[in-house]
């Protein structure tokens, strides 16, 4: 499973841990936009090492000793984070090259695409939005924004399952909840790399503050410096921010890439940045905890889940179901069917309520269930 480290403890120690440069974010003290502005300040002129200098920093820092921990490409396209990975790639042995099929190869992933920009520098080769993924489903992806996939409006494309070997996908954007206000193509990651990925974005709109507004044809950019994103993007990346936390990978790499060009994603540092900046909303009132969850109604590989509604003082907007600590899914009822589940495998769950301005409640009471044999659907 991925080490992650709530919000809590990132905020109160974040700053010893990440082995941030004292005084580094000393002049970032303003809120919302001026906030942002302040944060290009610290970490723009970075020392750009080219975009041929990456391979070298994959080979080095890109690999896993989180997961397998068998010191292989860290891949967010083809990582399996709760069993064998799909396949693995040997650092500079299977980097492309020529592909043709998933699993053959792997290359620099520009996680904002190089022709928004039109390949300039120093943002094609900026490590904090290089990542190595596998060639294929780096293809697949192609320039396709980030966002959430109707699962009912997949893409079809020969020499390549949809969704990939680890679940990434391509297709329609999910108009409704979190993700409404666009129904183009996108392409969405893994829950484990939705965190990740969004603050790879915010750092983006971060650094490149003073160019930006000429991205505006870039379907996430809406042609301002401040915002930077469409709404409906905004809001998946915020969710996607908080539905995924920092995780140990992400740290060691903001580390490894200060020491490669000199500057840092603030928002690996201090995940607050994210909400101070782009959520600055007067609801700051948390709902209340859901309570009287229960778990009932097991089979080989489903649990039933029921709470009692949380309270706030605009309105619950969300429920999201964590399984064991870890973010599962999101409902905006009190009643949930949990699916995907092993047989006989005893599950503890918790629910976090959510208001319409990312405001968290308390976790619920965990209640836990035991999944039957594989041969039997219900309980007697």
């Not at 870039?218 to 915002?227: C, E, K, L, T, V």
Request: charged share 15%; net charge negative; hydrophobic share 30%.
């Amino acid at each position: 499973m991925k080490y992650r480290f709530s919000f809590l403890i990132v905020l109160c120690f974040g700053f010893g841990f990440a082995q941030i440069p004292n005084g580094y974010y000393d002049t970032a003290t303003g809120s919302g936009y001026t906030l942002k502005t302040q944060l290009y300040n610290i970490i723009n002129n970075h020392n750009d090492q080219g975009y041929n200098a990456i391979d070298a920093f994959f080979a080095n820092h890109d690999l896993d000793v989180y997961y397998e921990n068998d010191n292989t490409i860290l891949d967010v396209y083809s990582e399996n984070p709760s069993s064998s990975d799909p396949y693995n790639f040997t650092p500079d042995v299977d980097q492309c090259g020529n592909y043709s099929a998933e699993g053959d190869c792997y290359n620099p992933e520009h996680v904002i695409p190089q022709s928004v920009y039109s390949s300039n520098t120093p943002m094609q080769g900026d490590a904090h939005q290089l990542l190595p993924t596998d060639g294929r489903v780096n293809g697949f992806r192609s320039n396709f924004p980030m966002g959430r996939v109707d699962d009912n409006n997949l893409i079809s494309q020969s020499g390549i399952s949809n969704p990939t070997q680890n679940g990434s996908k391509l297709g329609e954007n999910l108009n409704s909840g979190y993700s409404a206000g666009y129904s183009g193509t996108v392409f969405e990651p893994i829950d484990e790399f939705k965190g990740d990925i969004a603050r790879i974005y915010f750092y983006f709109a971060t650094r490149y503050e003073n160019q930006i507004s000429n991205w505006s044809a870039y379907a996430m950019f809406n042609g301002s410096s401040d915002q930077v994103f469409e709404t409906a993007f905004l809001n998946i990346l915020l969710e996607w921010h908080d539905m995924d936390p920092v995780s140990t990978k992400e740290i060691n790499r903001n580390n490894a890439i200060y020491n490669h060009q000199g500057n840092r994603n603030p928002f690996v540092d201090n995940p607050s940045y994210v909400t101070t900046i782009w959520n600055p909303q007067q609801d700051n009132e948390s709902p209340s905890a859901p309570t009287n969850l229960v778990a009932s109604n097991p089979t080989a590989t489903s649990v039933d889940l029921n709470w009692n509604a949380a309270s706030d003082n605009i309105a619950v907007t969300s429920y999201h179901i964590y399984i064991n600590g870890t973010y599962n899914s999101n409902t905006s009822t009190t009643t949930a069917t949990v699916t995907g589940l092993n047989p006989e495998t005893n599950y503890c769950f918790t629910v976090i309520a959510k208001d319409a301005a990312n405001n968290s409640s308390a976790a619920s009471n965990e209640a836990c269930a035991t999944t039957l044999s594989g041969n039997t659907n219900t309980v007697d």
